[in-house]
Structure formats: structure tokens, C-alpha cells
């Protein structure tokens, strides 16, 4: 029992050797019986194994004993000083792997391609009167064994470690197989007298052993070259980084160095076309910084002194200076990478399903083979026995290897999240993205999601007789001394309007109320009514009607008082997103149910909804009582997404079957949510969901497609339909098919590739 003050930590392992989800299944159970581990993880795809254990009891070293118990090996790595370092060492080892690989493939495969036609030979008796046969199956036998021990050496090897260890996987089936196969040829190489005895004929099944290990080694080659496109999500993010920033030192010299050796509190300057070498917070200058390789959108942002700059993104057009705040693992590019690589690592439930027939698969085919032997041994005619059951015993061996079932869900969780980040969607682990897919109602947070959580102004009615211009300038001189948020309001809008600033004097704060100021000798008021009323300003009849008016539409009124008369008013109000209506009309067309969220009053609440579409909504909410809704829904038998930005909606984040937190929100809101979009836009949640619901498609086109595959392929192999059509399957075409299923799968997957929002 874990003691409170036991640290858990989490290591992520190479695993070397692993050729199927059988080898994985075994490598995951050596892991978890192991001392002090809490959990184990491993994933086929990608070759890694993600252990959480506890420190003390267990350590990097037991965890690397329990994997060579189970008959596989550790890759050793010295330690990367970045993401990029650790990508380009295992893309390095892995390139490595695949030309070794591709060795072994060419050898097979050139043998095969002599030792097959010279086994076509046996199958011209006149021919063969001429030749000695012997002789020709020791020429065969001489040109199989390098095909073996060279090519084929590590089918055997593997599958020797298995049995030490009392478990089996794909390399036990083909090295049974082909060994049966080179077994009998070899004997009836050695012994013919033997055979002859007994009234068998010597037959050798050489090119049955070569071009099966060729033909499986073909198969290994392209899914290698498939699996390595699987990951390009994360080494087309590594390469986004900048190798180099531009320093500010004391004495005024811009020096560049290395992106390594950028340290926090560093000020960086940016020129026009650069791109920005980490996170920071801007100085002095403007630009606009092109951000779509982390929001996928593809207008450049306006950014100010003040404003964030993130490492990797483009700078389009200014120059600027900015003060570096994050470096190496705290930026927000090696975040995502991180949480791409924790997706990619990660399970989804529907994998437990093709776990559970794996880790029984292989003893219940060698069980099968062996059955289909024995009983073609016995009933088949004396003169074919043999070669039928040897045929049989073989081809089901090959034809069961599970590959496609290993790879189905794991390659599509990879190309899948992979792609979310891409569009600037961080699918935080596999479960999240299965859970979107049964995702429907959508539960949107009013403030911040549907709305941009910012005041603007939305009216301005000037009274009769009064020129709108000079007195939005009138206005917004004032404001521009305060600093409360409807006051800043008030200056982005003058300052979209066009109008000239003018100086404000003798400026004034009323608590609650507004503020007061002299501007260009006239005495000027802004804000609530309470303020023009002990100010004794009276409100015009038309001015009072329209303020009534914006009111009921849940509008925050500011009234503006020039010489101690009422001279306008301007309205403000938190204003819609761009695309909430499109978006959220694109979330109904799919079949979902939007349900709005808001602490506003039910007629404010009213008008929004009907602004945007939506006809259920929940008013005068409490942010405490935000998950109690939540669990409302989920009590109709709903599966909830709910969608949010701020701290108080990370309980009902949290609460929700599917959480997805808006881009532009707070960290504690992106830890709590499952998914998190990027760009704080409602528009990435569809594309969250319907990402989703493209990836689950894929996996359970790859699950069918395994099945049935071995549903088929086995009874076939095993000659179930050979005394009624004389259909066999040999064992070159289940090799031959073996490797297109896993192929198809992967290809399946890649498919993904091509997904758009």
C-alpha cells in the first residue's frame, strides 16, 4: 500500500523487438507485475511504453528488467537537451532500423526469387529424370539456410524468448510455420532412404520457407514506412522552431545566438519576416504576427506592446522587442508537443476489445494449426496426407498473424490527434477523442464562448442637434483617463470611428458611478444614471425611451452630460464571436443539441440565445452551480460536451463527458477540459467533433476489417472448403495476405490525412 508521501513519477520507454499487439500485450504484463508500478501502458504503433510507477520500490533499471523478462529489449538513448533532439534521435534510430530492415528484405527476396523457380522444376517428372533430385535439394537447402539465419534470424529468436517466457506472439506463428516447413525439407534432404521406406515421397518446401519470410519481411517494410508518416504531426511542429534569436545586451549590441541558450527575462528583437524564437510578452513596437501554426488561422494577429508572442509563429510586418518569458519545455510549442505525444501514446476504450482477442489470439491459432494437422493427417489419402497437412499447419500459422488487429486503432489515434493539432485542436488523450464521438448536447459557457467576454460598444445616439463626432471625442477624452473596462470600450470605439483625441483635464473617478473631467473648457460627464441625476441632469424623453430600449436587451447605458445638459448616451454590451451563429448552426445540422449557459437574467438570456439560434438555455446561473447543470443533462441520458473559458467553468469542464476549453481561456480551464481548441473560436469545436467522428469511423473500419480478415483467412488456410471446391489457400498467398491486411489497415488510417475542418 502506497504510503501519502510516496512520489509517483512516469517513464517513457523504447521498446525494441515488438512485431505485433501479442508482443505489446506480453511487454505491458511484465511491466505492470513489477514492484512498484501503478500502471503500465504500451502502445504497438509507436514502440513505447508509458509507466507510471513509484519511486523507490521501482526505477528506470527493474522497469528495464521487467521488458527483458518478457523477452524484449530497452532502447538506450543518451538524454536530449530538447523535443527536437529527442525526435531526431529516435527518427535517426529508427531510419537505422528501416534500412537493416530493408537488408534483410532484399536478401530474402533475391534468394526467394532463385530458390522458386528452381523449385518449379520437381513439377516436370521428364525433367527431372535428367537432374539429379538430390542434388538440387541440397542446392536448394544451401541457398534457403542464409535466408534463415540472416533474413529470418530474429522470427526465430524472438519466438525462442517468448517460450522461455512462457508467452507467444507473431514471431512464434511464422517461426513455427516456416520452421515446420524447413524441418520436413531438411529431413527429406538428409533422408530420403528414410522416406522411401515408408512410403512417403521426399518432397522439400524450401521456397515455401524463403518467400514466406520475404513476403513477411515485405509486409514489415511498408507498414515501417507507413507507421513513420503516422508521426509526422510532431516532427512537422519540431520543425517550426526557430534555431536562432536575436538578443538585446546592456550595452545595446544585438547578438545571435543559439535558441538554446535563450534564458527567461532575455529581450529579444524581431525583424519583419522573422520567426519568433520563444514565448514573450512585447516591449516596445507593433506588428502582425502570423499565429496558424497554433490556431489554424490564417490571419495574422495585431500585437502591441504588452500583447503575448509565441516561439515559432511568423512575424509578418513591423519590428519589435519582447521580453522572453517561457524557454525549452514551458513554451507553448513544446506543450503541444507534448500533449500530441501523450495522445498518440494514449489508449481509447474500443482498444481493449482487440487487447482482450489478441492476448488470447496466439495459443488459440497454434491450438487451431495443430488440430488442422492432425486431422488432414488422418483423413486425407496416404499419397497427400503429408503435404496437405503440412500445408494446412503452415498456412493457418501465417494467415492468423494478428498485425492488422494491433495496428488498427493506435495508427488512427496517432494520425487522428496528429491532425486535430494541426488545426489548433489538443486532443489531451485517446478516451477523450472516443467520448467526443458519442457526444450529443453541446453545453456552451455564454460569457467568453459565445460571446468574446469583452464590453464593446454596440450603440451611440448623439441628442437632437448634437454632431456625433465631437462628442464621442468629448467621451472618449475622459475615458481615456480611466481605467475600468467599459471605459477602454468606449476608446477602441472613438478610436475605430476616426476621431480626433483631444486632452482631458481636472479628471475626476466616481466610485460606481463614472467619471467627470474638463475637456477643451467644457465640463463633461460619463456614466450611469445615478450619476447625471446628483448631477442634476435631467434625461430628455427620447434619450430616456432609448435607454430603456438598450436595457431590455441586457445592454450596460452610459450617458454623456456636456455643460450640465444630457448630450447622448452610448450602449455596451459583450458582443458576439464572428462565427457563433455559423458555428453553432453547423453543430445542429450534425444531429447535436446546443444548450446555452449564463449567469445573465432569463430576458438577456433570451435574446442571446434567439441571436444565435438557440431554443434551450439555462439563466441566472452561479459559476458554483455551473457542474449541477451538467449533471442535469447527463441525467436525461445525454452525453455532454461542455464548452468554456474561465476558471469558474472548470468544475463543469471537469463534470462533462467531453470538455473543451476555449484557446483564449485560463490554464486552469485548459487542464481541466479534455480537449483544448486553440484559437478561441467555436468554430474548432466542430472541428473537434467532427474529427472525432472521422477517427472512430477509421478505427472500427480497421477492427472490421481485422476480423473479418481472420474470420476468413483461417477456415480458408485450414481447408475447410478444399473436399467440396478443392480450395486451398497456400502458404505463400496467406503470407502474401498477412502483409496486405496490415498494409490496408495503415493505409485506412493515413487516410485520416486528409481530413479538413
Known amino acids: 500500500m502506497p504510503t501519502s508521501d510516496t512520489t509517483t513519477e512516469t517513464a517513457t520507454l523504447d521498446i525494441e523487438g515488438m512485431n505485433c499487439a501479442a508482443c505489446a500485450a506480453a511487454v505491458e504484463k511484465s511491466l505492470s507485475r513489477a514492484p512498484g508500478v501503478r500502471s503500465a501502458l504500451v502502445n504497438f504503433a509507436t514502440e513505447q511504453a508509458t509507466v507510471q510507477y513509484e519511486a523507490g520500490p521501482a526505477s528506470p533499471a527493474t522497469l528495464k528488467a521487467a521488458v527483458e523478462r518478457a523477452g524484449y529489449a530497452v532502447a538506450e538513448r543518451a538524454p ?18 528501416y534500412a537493416q530492415l530493408k537488408r534483410r528484405f532484399w536478401v530474402a527476396a533475391g534468394l526467394a526469387a532463385v530458390i522458386m523457380p528452381l523449385s518449379m522444376l520437381m513439377l516436370w517428372p521428364a525433367l527431372m529424370q535428367r537432374v539429379n533430385s538430390q542434388w538440387l535439394n541440397y542446392l536448394l537447402l544451401l541457398l534457403t539456410l542464409p535466408v534463415l539465419v540472416f533474413s529470418g534470424r530474429e522470427f526465430y529468436v524472438s519466438a525462442w524468448n517468448g517460450l522461455r517466457h512462457r508467452s507467444a506472439n507473431m514471431d512464434t506463428l511464422i517461426a513455427v510455420g516456416t520452421g515446420a516447413a524447413f524441418t520436413y525439407s531438411l529431413a527429406a534432404t538428409l533422408l530420403p532412404g528414410f522416406f522411401a521406406r515408408h512410403g512417403l515421397r521426399p518432397d522439400v518446401y524450401y521456397d515455401t520457407t524463403a518467400t514466406i519470410i520475404a513476403l513477411i519481411l515485405l509486409g514489415k517494410v511498408l507498414e515501417a514506412r507507413a507507421k513513420s508518416r503516422t508521426s509526422a504531426a510532431i516532427r512537422a511542429l519540431l520543425g517550426l522552431r526557430a534555431k536562432t534569436a536575436r538578443v538585446l545586451r546592456p550595452n545595446g549590441q544585438e547578438v545571435d545566438i543559439p535558441l538554446e541558450q535563450v534564458r527567461v527575462g532575455d529581450v529579444v528583437r524581431v525583424r519583419p519576416g522573422e520567426k519568433i524564437a520563444t514565448d514573450g510578452i512585447i516591449q516596445e513596437g507593433r506588428s502582425a504576427v502570423d499565429e496558424a501554426m497554433l490556431t489554424g488561422e490564417s490571419l495574422p494577429v495585431e500585437k502591441q506592446a504588452g500583447d503575448s508572442v509565441f516561439g515559432a509563429t511568423l512575424n509578418k510586418t513591423g519590428s519589435f522587442s519582447f521580453a522572453v518569458t517561457k524557454i525549452g519545455a514551458d513554451t507553448l510549442l513544446a506543450q503541444i508537443v507534448q500533449l500530441v505525444e501523450d495522445a498518440q501514446g494514449s489508449r481509447a476504450p474500443i482498444q481493449r476489445l482487440a487487447d482482450r482477442v489478441s492476448a488470447v489470439f496466439v495459443p488459440t491459432v497454434v491450438i487451431i494449426a495443430l488440430l488442422t494437422f492432425g486431422l488432414w493427417l488422418g483423413l486425407a489419402p496416404a499419397a497427400t496426407r503429408w503435404p496437405l497437412a503440412l500445408t494446412t499447419f503452415v498456412a493457418v500459422l501465417i494467415v492468423a498473424c494478428p498485425c492488422a488487429l494491433g495496428l488498427a486503432t493506435p495508427t488512427a489515434i496517432m494520425v487522428g490527434t496528429g491532425k486535430g493539432a494541426e488545426y489548433g485542436v489538443l486532443i489531451r488523450n485517446a478516451e477523450a477523442l472516443e467520448k467526443a464521438y458519442k457526444v450529443d448536447t453541446v453545453l456552451l459557457d455564454k460569457t467568453g464562448t459565445i460571446t468574446k467576454g469583452e464590453p464593446a460598444v454596440t450603440d451611440f445616439l448623439p441628442v437632437a442637434g448634437r454632431s456625433a463626432g465631437p462628442l464621442l471625442a468629448l467621451a472618449a477624452a475622459v475615458e481615456r483617463r480611466s481605467e475600468h473596462p467599459l471605459a477602454a470600450a468606449v476608446v477602441q470605439y472613438a478610436a475605430a470611428q476616426g476621431t480626433s483625441q483631444q486632452e482631458a483635464a481636472d479628471f475626476r473617478a466616481v466610485q460606481g458611478q463614472g467619471a467627470a473631467a474638463t475637456v477643451a473648457g467644457q465640463q463633461v460627464l460619463i456614466g450611469n444614471r445615478r450619476l447625471l441625476a446628483e448631477a442634476g441632469v435631467a434625461l430628455p424623453p427620447a434619450l430616456a425611451a432609448k435607454a430603456d430600449q438598450l436595457l431590455a ?65 439555462f439563466a441566472e446561473v452561479l459559476p458554483g452551480d455551473k457542474a449541477a447543470k451538467v449533471k442535469e443533462l447527463q441525467a436525461e441520458g445525454r452525453t455532454v460536451a461542455m464548452v468554456g473559458d474561465g476558471i469558474n467553468d472548470a468544475p463543469a469542464l471537469a463534470q462533462a463527458d467531453v470538455g473543451l476549453a476555449m484557446g483564449g481561456g485560463t490554464d486552469v480551464a485548459m487542464e481541466a477540459a479534455a480537449i483544448t481548441l486553440l484559437h478561441a473560436d467555436l468554430q474548432g469545436v466542430v472541428t473537434a467533433l467532427d474529427l472525432s467522428r472521422q477517427t472512430m469511423r477509421t478505427i472500427r473500419q480497421n477492427l472490421f476489417f481485422a476480423f473479418v480478415y481472420n474470420a476468413l483467412g483461417i477456415p480458408l488456410a485450414a481447408g475447410l472448403l478444399y473436399p467440396v471446391f478443392g480450395w486451398l489457400l497456400s502458404p505463400m498467398l496467406a503470407a502474401g495476405a498477412m502483409a496486405l491486411s496490415s498494409v490496408s489497415v495503415l493505409t485506412n488510417s493515413l487516410r485520416l490525412r486528409r481530413f479538413r475542418p
Open 80 to 97: 536530449a537537451t530538447s523535443a527536437a533532439d529527442r525526435q531526431a534521435e529516435i527518427d535517426q534510430q529508427k531510419a537505422a532500423a
Open 553 to 617: 436587451q441586457a445592454k450596460t447605458v452610459l450617458y454623456v452630460a456636456v455643460d450640465g445638459q444630457a448630450a447622448g448616451l452610448l450602449g455596451v454590451a459583450d458582443t458576439l464571436r464572428a462565427t457563433s451563429v455559423a458555428a453553432i448552426a453547423q453543430l445542429q445540422k450534425r444531429g447535436l443539441t446546443v444548450v446555452m449557459l449564463t449567469g445573465d437574467n432569463p430576458q438577456a438570456a433570451a435574446q442571446v440565445a434567439a441571436e444565435v439560434g438557440i431554443t434551450r438555455y
